[in-house]
Structure formats: C-alpha cells, structure tokens
C-alpha cells in the first residue's frame, strides 16, 4: 500500500483519476504500433534505471537497497523484452550485435544490484539513451512520408 492509497479514501475522486491514468495508459499501449512499443520499452527502462539511481541517495538501508534491486530488476525485465523482439533472422550483423549490447547491459544491470554500484547504472543509461533517441528519430523520419503521402492524397 502506497502513500497515495490511504489518500483515496479521504478524496474518492483521486480514485477516479488514478482510474482514468491507468485505462489511459492501457488503450495507448494497446493501439500503438510496434515502433512506439519499442520506444516505449526503451522509456520504461530509463525511468527505472533513473529511479534505482535516486534511490542510492535513500537514507534507510533496508529502504535503498530494496529500491534499487526492484527498479533494476524491472529494467532488466525490459532489457530481455528488448533482446526477445530482436528478428535474428534478418540478414546482416545488426541483429546479433543489439543482442550482444543487450546481453551486456543485463549483465552490467546485475553487476550494479549485486554490487549496490550505481556507476554500472549510468553505464547501461547511457547506452540505452543513445539507442533509445536513434529510435525515435528513425521513427519520426519514417512517419514523416506517411504524413505526406496522406496529406498529398486528400489534396
């Protein structure tokens, strides 16, 4: 039970909102497309990342460690959801290389939750912000000729 949930029972309308929140969020994952997916995923694991990084500054032992391994493991979820949609079957070294960088990140992902080492974190975000601002731009180039091709056939 969160902070938040006690709050409910005295105002049933953040009950409402925090609804809505949660259904909204449901309908845009479920109507995106796979490259929205993708950055998605790639968001979700930056978020966790970044909060296993704040919770170093926790003053309770107990408090920090468990925000951290609980954030890390979340992101590590994701990493491995990243390295199962990969298509191996594609021709070239792409493919195997992101499954070799995703490979390492888990890795360095356990290194800094077994070692409580958050240095290991930055590493991973770094690597993960970088691919993660490629993909997006290779998704806006990619929905830029669909606008134009579906403004051009309205015209």
């Given at each position: 039970?969160?902070?938040?949930?006690?709050?409910e029972?005295?105002?049933?309308?953040l009950m409402?909102?925090?609804k809505f929140?949660?259904?909204?969020?449901?309908v845009?994952?479920?109507t995106a497309?796979?490259?929205?997916i993708?950055?998605m995923?790639f968001?979700?694991?930056l978020?966790h990342?970044?909060?296993a990084?704040?919770?170093?500054?926790?003053e309770k032992?107990?408090t920090?460690n468990?925000?951290?391994?609980n954030?890390?493991?979340k992101?590590?979820?994701?990493?491995m959801e990243?390295?199962?949609?990969?298509n191996?079957?594609?021709d070239?070294?792409?493919?195997?290389?992101?499954?070799?960088?995703?490979d390492?990140?888990?890795?360095?992902?356990?290194?800094?939750?077994?070692?409580?080492?958050?240095?290991?974190?930055?590493?991973?975000?770094e690597?993960?912000?970088?691919?993660r601002?490629?993909?997006?731009?290779?998704?806006?180039k990619?929905?830029?000729?669909?606008v134009a091709?579906?403004?051009s056939?309205?015209?």
């Open positions: 039970m969160g902070p938040l949930d006690s709050l029972t005295l105002n049933p309308q409402k909102y925090r929140a949660k259904s909204y969020k449901t845009s994952i479920e497309s796979p490259g929205k993708i950055l995923l968001d979700g694991a978020r990342i970044n909060t990084i704040e919770g170093f500054k926790l032992v107990s920090r468990e925000e951290i391994s954030n890390i493991v992101a590590q979820n994701i990493i990243l390295q199962n949609s990969l191996l079957d594609v070239g070294e792409f493919p195997m290389t992101m499954y070799r960088l995703y390492f990140m888990f890795t360095k992902l356990s290194e800094a939750n077994l070692k409580k080492n958050p240095e290991q974190l930055r590493v991973v975000e690597f993960l912000l970088d691919i601002n490629s993909w997006s731009e290779m998704l806006a990619s929905e830029q000729p669909a091709r579906s403004l056939s309205t015209a």
